[in-house]
Antibody, heavy 118, light 107 residues
Framework: QVHLQESGPGLVKPSETLSLTCIVSGGSISSYYWSWIRQPPGKGLEWIGYIYYSGSTNYNPSLKSRVTISVDTSKNQFSLRLSSVTAADTAVYYC????????????WGQGTMVTVSS | DIQMTQSPSSLSASVGDRVTITCRASQSISSYLNWYQQKPGKAPKLLIYAASSLQSGVPSRFSGSGSGTDFTLTISSLQPEDFATYYCHQSYTTPYTFGQGTKLDIK
């Protein structure tokens, strides 16, 4: 059973960089497209981007200029960096695995709340 | 971007009711349509993938149909644990997009 766990600061100051890591345990990181998805309080889901274990990435154009997703296969983890954050980036951030056979997010981390505030 | 529009945005129903939620895509997405259930404070859970395939472990009272631009999620007989918010999601092309959600609560 593959398990995903997000970690990172829960509070980030405006204009700074949000950094989160997702550890993949119980399975191989080579089996999925690994995504970050966020959900502002009381709102819907927004796909941020994904990375494949080879390092190839695909970002949402709405965030592309500020997003970097990286992978460390030796540690079975992938990471998100979102620069120049504002209050609009306050959200629960989920890491999730997109099954490239079914093209669905069939595994999710529990989510981590990140608040942007001074 | 492909816009996903769900209806209704909210729905009140009773245990045992049959419920249908619809999702419309702004362009054809073939069958690249998935449905998720989200309960408060929890991550979404995959229910249906590829428009009509039931995810392993999901009760058979959940079913999905449709292709192209119009899709439906049906719950044949509502159970107490089904009261939640439901999202559709297109994986036809990036950026992947989600519907705005349908909140299902107890009448």
């Amino acid at each position: 059973q593959v398990h995903l766990q997000e970690s990172g600061p829960g509070l980030v100051k405006p204009s700074e960089t949000l950094s989160l890591t997702c550890i993949v345990s119980g399975g191989s990181i080579s089996s999925y497209y690994w995504s970050w998805i966020r959900q502002p309080p009381g709102k819907g889901l927004e796909w941020i981007g994904y990375i494949y274990y080879s390092g190839s990435t695909n970002y949402n154009p709405s965030l592309k200029s500020r997003v970097t997703i990286s992978v460390d296969t030796s540690k079975n983890q992938f990471s998100l960096r979102l620069s120049s954050v504002t209050a609009a980036d306050t959200a629960v951030y989920y890491c999730a695995g997109l099954n490239y056979t079914d093209y669905a997010f069939d595994m999710w981390g529990q989510g981590t709340m990140v608040t942007v505030s001074s | 971007d492909i816009q996903m529009t769900q209806s209704p945005s909210s729905l009140s129903a009773s245990v045992g009711d049959r419920v249908t939620i619809t999702c419309r895509a702004s362009q054809s997405i073939s069958s690249y349509l998935n449905w998720y259930q989200q309960k408060p404070g929890k991550a979404p859970k995959l229910l249906i993938y590829a428009a009509s395939s039931l995810q392993s472990g999901v009760p058979s009272r959940f079913s999905g149909s449709g292709s192209g631009t119009d899709f439906t999620l049906t719950i044949s007989s509502l159970q107490p644990e089904d009261f939640a918010t439901y999202y559709c999601h297109q994986s036809y092309t990036t950026p992947y997009t989600f519907g705005q959600g349908t909140k299902l609560d107890i009448k």
